[in-house]
């Protein structure tokens, strides 16, 4: 079946560091987004990608936060300058389609930033 | 008023149980709602999509009220394998796919 999968799986970061987090979506996908989850809080949006470019982000994902698809297969996330509150879970998913159609979660990579 | 409302549990209940989750949410003009499960440090996964008609699959029924703005999921028959989190997920009008999670209703079905 296919999956979304990311890496890496944990990632532990010094404050003020960069940190890319990689995922590869299902093949055939065309939408991908990034989600976190702070621990013991709800699932949050970040942004959503289509077409090679950004089609809505939250205010969470403010100039710190970057996506890239470098290379057709790869989904990434940048976080510049990492804070102790950027901990989190962070989810990438990824779509065939919009409106009613199933979003597709990898396993998560687990940030922590100390 | 939060976005998507549910009750955070935990619901423990035994073996063969039914339980009910229910769920409101504020924006009017959502358009698309589904529970989603998700396990302890997992990946939410979609359990089913909720239509105004009711839906139900197996043993699981969802149930929208666009009226009333409340979203409901009814588990029969409890397995140990059900305990889980229940996320209540509504997409907004307009979005690109775009997920509004509720913070969950933890579920815990005893033996």
């Known amino acids: 079946e296919p999956e979304v999968t990311q890496t890496p799986s944990h990632q532990v970061t010094q404050m003020g560091q960069e940190v890319i987090l990689r995922c590869v979506p299902i093949?055939?996908?065309?939408?991908f987004y990034w989600y976190r989850q702070i621990l013991g809080q709800k699932v949050e949006f970040l942004v959503s990608?289509?077409?090679?470019?950004?089609?809505?982000k939250s205010e969470i994902f403010d100039d710190q936060f970057s996506v890239e698809r470098p290379d057709g297969s790869n989904f990434t996330l940048k976080i510049r300058s990492t804070k102790l509150e950027d901990s989190a879970m962070y989810f990438c998913?990824?779509?065939?389609?919009?409106?009613?159609?199933?979003?597709?979660f990898g396993q998560g990579t687990r940030l922590t930033v100390v | 008023r939060k976005e998507v409302e549910q009750d955070p549990g935990p619901f423990n209940v035994p073996e063969g149980a039914t339980v009910a989750f229910n769920c409101t949410y504020s924006n009017s003009a959502s358009q698309s709602f589904f529970w989603y499960r998700q396990d302890c440090r997992k990946e939410p996964k979609l359990l089913m999509s909720v239509y105004s008609s009711g839906n139900e699959d197996g043993r699981f029924t969802a149930q929208l009220n666009r009226a009333s703005q409340y979203i409901s999921l009814l588990i029969r028959d409890s397995k140990l394998s059900d305990s889980a989190t229940y996320l209540c997920v509504l997409e907004p009008r307009g979005a690109t796919n775009k997920l509004i999670f509720g913070t969950g209703t933890l579920l815990a079905v005893q033996p």
């Open positions: 093949s055939n996908h065309l939408y």
């Open positions: 998913a990824s779509s065939l389609g919009v409106l009613n159609t199933e979003a597709f």
């Open positions: 990608f289509y077409n090679n470019e950004i089609s809505e």
